[in-house]
């Protein structure tokens, strides 16, 4: 017991790091080939090993090693992980070699450097850094443990307060790497709540944003890249209950110019091509049937011509044009007819640039479609098509020549679908489980499940504990380099809402 008194008093006076009253790893000069672990005065649990011994005293085998934490704000309490948010702290935890004469150097990959036993850090970029610690004993012998460490930067929220409620429509990437986000807010201290169009910067670390609202009757529903500095915009000017002008925007928020396009045109999609813009959406027929409409503007928003689906064009529903060479392809619905459960129908139609149709394939989905589905089109990298309707569970699968590939049943309604350039198909579904929440998956071609990610929609609550809010997709996209982002909106007290936007590597993970 003396012994072990002896050692405890000797230990104490050493730089070693304690941890809820735990030494870790601290190796000294006992016994060789000798090592035990025991506990003192009941409350400190020593692990001890054995080396050599030296003239100088207690001087211990270079030994490197460590481990990492990070803040888990659901429990407010330090967990073990080897990813931590921008702007957050690792907390490393020194299990090297202790005592008299020994060093510390690291390196944190980003080029910064410190001596200290047990360091905190932050990285203030997103990415995967290398972090090598080198344990210098008085001898001179050193040890080296490397390990990687990821900067993510994670899933964002973004509101303006708890009493206004802020929502996402639509997103674009920047040439930065940063994102324009359009969507909304509500005063919710008023009644009615007074709505105001929103348009918000956020950096690529999802860490810095500015936002600025509009006047009154303005409403922005999707957005496309246009001439640098500005983008387009469709929506309304006018309180319109149609989103049927296409509105140049510069990335400080200056409206440039805003035209109204077709007649009683709804407009889900803008895609810019080298000599203007192909709006996809619907228009009401003379029987208020909502029929499919692609209309060619040039790049000043001026019409040039538009197309309605319909008589033995028929379709309905399409969400979006995508550019196949010097063609163009959209899908869209045809419907059965009230009381047929099975008699709806997909279809996907190429076109040339002056809207004539060149090709089409239509399959049946022997289901029934929601009246608010809209399908969504995406070219593969194989220069093959996938196609779904939203509020429904199948997924279609065709060859670059219109042929039937496959339809697969996924397991959630399909809200959005994309595709990457690595040749995963994108699935933004949403899902229910006590509770309305995201559900993001990837597949291959074959309809396989690579990954899959859940919104996380922990809140703190005003008593401390932690629980979850609802949340609808809306949209998901590739990015430019890897990975994809989508975004939903979070909803929690029935009417508050706040914007959700989520990076999401190849690997399934947050980036």
Known sequence: MTKICLLYDYLRRQNIAIYNNRYSMYKCNLADKNSFKFLIALSLTLGLSACSKSNNG???KAVSSFETEVIDIRFRQLIKSDVALVDSNFHFRNLSTGGEGVKYKWDFGDGTESELFSPKHIYTNFGRYKVKLTTTIKSGESAVFEKELVAIAGQKRISLGEKISTGITD?????????????WTKDLTTFPAKERALMVVIDKNFRKWTHKDFPEGYRFNNVSVAAKGSVIVCGTTSNSNLNNELINITLDGNV???????????????????????????????????????????????????????????????????????????????????????????????????????????????????????????????GGIVAGASNTRGLYTFSPKFESLLK????????????????????????????????????????????????????????????????????????????????????????????????????GKLM
């Open 58 to 60: 207690f001087v211990s």
């Open 171 to 183: 997103l674009l990437e920047m040439d930065d790497q940063g994102f324009l986000l359009f969507g």
């Open 408 to 507: 697969t049943n996924v397991f959630n309604d399909i809200t959005h679908i994309n595709s990457t350039s690595i040749g995963e198909i994108l699935l933004l579904q949403q899902e229910y489980v006590n509770g309305f929440r995201v559900s993001y998956t990837a597949t291959d071609h074959n309809g396989a499940w690579k990954w899959g990610y859940m919104i996380d929609g922990t809140q703190i609550l005003p008593d401390g504990h932690s629980c979850c809010a609802d949340s609808w997709a809306i949209k998901a996209y590739p990015l430019r380099t890897v990975g994809s982002v989508f975004i939903a909106n979070e909803v929690k007290d029935g009417s508050h809402y706040r914007m959700i936007v989520a990076k999401i590597g190849s690997d």
């Open 256 to 382: 440039v110019w805003a035209k109204k396009v077709g007649s009683n045109t709804n407009f889900t999609h803008i895609l810019k091509v080298t000599d203007g813009y192909f709006l996809t959406g619907t228009t009401s027929d003379l029987n208020g049937k909502l029929l499919s409409t692609t209309v060619k503007t040039d790049l000043s928003g001026n019409e040039i011509w538009s197309k309605t689906y319909q008589g033995k064009e028929h379709l309905e529903s399409s969400g979006n044009t995508v550019q196949d060479g010097d063609n163009f392809i959209t899908a869209g619905l045809i419907r059965g007819g009230n009381g047929c459960q099975t008699c709806d129908s997909i279809s996907i139609i190429r076109f040339n640039k002056s809207g004539s149709l060149i090709d089409r394939t239509t399959i049946s989905t022997a289901s029934s479609t929601k009246g608010n589905s809209t399908v969504y089109v995406s070219k593969l990298n194989d």
